[in-house]
């Protein structure tokens, strides 16, 4: 279960004065669905997720994630949560079975779990033909796999996925999609953020859409098709940020 | 602080950094190689050079001379001196480095001595100039064994003994023990190398540690890691420190290995050509007091504290591995200065020097490799350094939970 109250980041810029990234954003996700967070670059996604994740510490507001806030119990908020994003890394010294090992062992898993659970990974994701080479030499796809066994070793009640898909070829975008639907259908709460607008459509039961930081509006696909008067998603998003204009001028922001 | 996530980190660093080909080289190759390239290359290179330039007959111009052919006759004979033919200007010649040394003989210097009267011959030479030098020291000796031969000469036709003119001798014994002695030739030289070994060891892995895993985008996927972040710091310090002090190990063993290979051979005399050659060379190498390497030993290992955290902090403010470069490259001068300064001779260890990092080390170290244990200036050295690596990962642990520091755009 996610739940956010107010959530709200400033960062100070010597150019630009206090930016607001994250603005009283609230919302809940829960067991066994994918809350999509849609919203064009610079919206406050990366921030709203790095919040959550104890990666960053809101400068107001609260959250909790499987139970615990994140601005006191970081330990015990990333020992519950799988974070994903297209700038976690592999470690390119590392084999996959070393990488995967590693953040097994870091979130507490004795020799004989970890093994256990490498294995039940490596059959899921079919890595066993690469599972003992190094990381720098891995095509996209298996890096992607490998990320994604790192992100599931502790078995983590909640996943955060922060454009999981972006510079990834169709094939390999497919299996990410269809892996962040087995989590839900795991029971996992999933949280997903993305400017696509076709994998919200296809991939999330409640949509955020997110604005200069504002979540500017909530609700399933059918929810914000009544609301706006629109089938199609991307002239829903449009409307809901306030226009094309709204959206270049903070485009150029 | 939890010592196993900190374990963890550390051995995850430590093979990483092992399959590293610029940490690899910096910790254990350079350090390996440094010694015996100065002493067998460098060294030999430059014994042999300094050899072949004394050994060598200087090159020189007799100007005038035409009223005293005994002493022009004595200086061609004289197989140090290769004579040329004067032509052209001796000034521009001896700035072009074509002859070591022009030697004014004044009109009437044989007459002159003859009848007991005084005379002043010139050498004109290249001030600086190692030929030339060896040329004028040369040229000295000949007119010094001239002018005794004159004195001999002038006390004999008066009847009187050489001692006239030499009442007494002075005599010059060394009554300091060999690794004293060995230990301010080259006591001040082995910590300065140490030094620099020791933060260029700490240097590579630092950054890769640090803004490397920011510009690869692992640093991100440590931090969702349930761990906390001092003990992400600790693990990542210890790798650091761990090839500050191979590095330092490595020099030492290699120094070790060297000057014993170096000094066998001498001493057998393989490499020179007579024994008595051979003998003169062995007594050349340095010793240092045993001891005193392993007081090194001790002494650098809170330095290698402060280097690896100071490093880590430094580094850790850069977004890449090229800007990380850019902050820490320009401090190799800020830890060469003062261990330059401790290898002057009028800088002692004081209260005060002692308090001074880095200087206060190669200061002790030199008396330490001399014999010369100061207790409490070790106990202060050591515990002031000590301090100053604490302060210095307090620093790095702080800048590791700075949002701006770990996320900067």
């Known amino acids: ?253 | 602080m939890n010592w196993h996530h900190i374990i963890t980190v550390y051995f995850k660093e430590l093979r990483d950094s092992l399959r590293d080909r610029r940490t690899l080289i910096s910790m254990i190759v350079i350090p390996t190689l440094v010694m015996p390239i100065l002493m067998f290359g460098v060294g030999a290179v430059m014994t042999k050079v300094f050899k072949t330039a004394r050994d060598e007959a200087s090159p020189l111009i007799i100007l005038g001379g035409a009223d005293s052919p005994g002493v022009v006759a004595a200086l061609k004979a004289d197989k140090r001196f290769r004579i040329v033919a004067p032509g052209g200007d001796y000034k521009q010649l001896v700035s072009e480095k074509k002859i070591r040394l022009a030697v004014e003989i004044p009109e009437g210097f044989e007459a002159a001595l003859k009848a007991g009267s005084s005379q002043t011959v010139t050498l004109y030479h290249y001030e600086g100039e190692m030929k030339s030098g060896l040329g004028v020291t040369a040229v000295e000796r000949f007119f010094r064994d001239l002018r005794e031969k004159t004195i001999e000469g002038r006390l004999t036709d008066r009847g009187l003994p050489a001692d006239v003119v030499k009442p007494f001798e002075v005599k010059r014994q060394n009554v300091a023990p060999p690794e004293k002695v060995g230990g301010n030739l080259i006591g001040g030289l082995i910590p300065y190398i140490i030094i620099i070994l020791c933060f260029t060891g700490a240097m590579y892995p630092a950054i890769d540690l640090t803004a490397g895993e920011k510009e690869r985008g692992t640093m991100e996927t440590l931090l969702c890691s349930p761990v906390h972040r001092v003990n992400i710091v600790l693990g990542k310090f210890l790798m650091v420190m761990t090839a500050s002090i191979a590095t330092m190990c490595l020099t030492l063993l290699s120094t070790g290995i060297s000057l014993a290979v170096g000094g066998s051979l001498f001493a057998d005399g393989r490499t020179a050509a007579t024994a008595g050659a051979a003998k003169a060379a062995a007594s050349a190498m340095p010793s240092i007091d045993p001891l005193g390497i392993f007081g090194v030993f001790a002494m650098i290992a809170p330095v290698a504290m402060l280097f690896a955290a100071l490093l880590l902090t430094i580094s850790l403010f850069a977004k890449s591995y090229k800007e990380a470069q850019s902050y820490v490259s320009p401090l190799i001068i800020v830890v060469i200065m003062p261990a330059m300064l401790g290898m002057l001779p009028g800088i002692e260890l004081t209260a005060q020097t002692a308090l001074i990092p880095i200087l206060n080390l190669s200061l002790v170290c030199k008396e330490m490799l001399s014999g010369v244990w100061h207790w409490n200036y070790i106990g202060l050295i050591f515990g002031s350094t000590c301090v100053y690596a604490a302060v210095a990962l307090a620093l790095c642990v702080r800048m590791f939970n700075r949002e701006d520091v770990m996320f900067r755009a």
């Open chain 1, 1 to 253: 279960m996610i739940e956010a109250h107010n959530l709200t980041k400033t960062f100070k810029d010597k150019k630009r004065g206090v930016i607001t990234a994250v603005d009283h954003v609230s919302f809940t996700c829960r067991p066994g669905q994918i809350y999509g967070l849609l919203g064009a670059n610079g919206a406050g996604k990366t921030t709203t997720l790095r919040l959550l994740a104890t990666l960053l510490q809101p400068t107001s507001g609260t959250a909790t994630m499987a139970g615990h806030d994140v601005a006191t119990a970081g330990v015990q908020v990333r020992a519950n949560v799988g974070f994903l994003a297209a700038s976690t890394a592999l470690y390119g010294r590392l084999t996959a079975r070393e990488m995967i090992t590693y953040f097994g062992e870091l979130n507490g898993l004795g020799e004989a779990a970890l093994k256990a659970r490498i294995k039940q990974l490596a059959d899921e994701l079919d890595m066993h033909e690469f599972l003992d080479r190094r990381c720098d030499k891995f095509s996209t796809g298996m890096k992607q796999k490998t990320s994604i066994a790192r992100t599931l070793i502790h078995d983590p009640a909640v996943m955060i996925f922060d454009e999981p898909t972006l510079g990834l070829d169709v094939m390999t975008a497919r299996s990410i999609v269809k892996f962040v639907r087995e989590c839900r259908n795991r029971g996992k709460t999933v949280i997903y953020s993305t400017h696509v607008m076709s994998e919200v459509e296809k991939l999330c039961d409640v949509i955020g859409i997110i604005h200069g930081g504002k979540l500017v509006a909530e609700g399933t696909l059918a929810e914000l098709q009544a609301r706006f008067g629109e089938k199609d998603m991307e002239e829903i998003f449009v409307k809901a940020v306030g226009g094309e204009a709204a959206l270049i001028a903070a485009m150029k922001n």
